[in-house]
């Protein structure tokens, strides 16, 4: 079983920048592929970035070049960097792990955070 304490979220101006962080807790959070899903209202989650163990990397095509994830290891901590915010990133960003990097992606997930605001408006 894996918990998550999620942080980072609140309210920015568009072109701003905000840090996301997800610190997993469990015996075995190092082997999961950790990400992030976003959920906007009125629109389908979308995955947004996630990064395995090893440090293989995705990111859905809207945040590349200004999003980026990292990993801390030893903390068990997962960062993500959003640069250059957007309206459109306005949501629910809810940290997720499983053992399958795509499974995030696809948005079948094995554990879910509780979710975190992200609110870009001037």
């Known amino acids: 079983q894996l918990e998550f304490v999620e942080s980072g979220g609140g309210l920015v101006q568009p072109g701003g920048s905000l840090r996301l962080s997800c610190a997993a807790s469990g015996t075995t959070s190092g082997s999961y592929a950790i990400g992030w899903v976003r959920q906007a209202p009125g629109k389908e989650s979308e995955g947004v970035s996630c990064i395995s163990s090893s440090g293989l990397t995705y990111y859905t095509d809207s945040v590349k070049g200004r999003f980026t994830i990292s990993r801390d290891n030893a903390k068990n901590t997962v960062y993500l960097q959003m640069n250059s915010l957007k309206p459109e990133d306005t949501a629910v960003y809810f940290c997720?792990?499983?053992?399958?990097?795509?499974?995030?992606?696809?948005?079948?997930?094995?554990?879910w955070g509780q979710g975190t605001q992200v609110t870009v408006s001037s």
């Open positions: 997720a792990a499983d053992q399958s990097l795509h499974k995030i992606v696809v948005l079948t997930p094995e554990f």
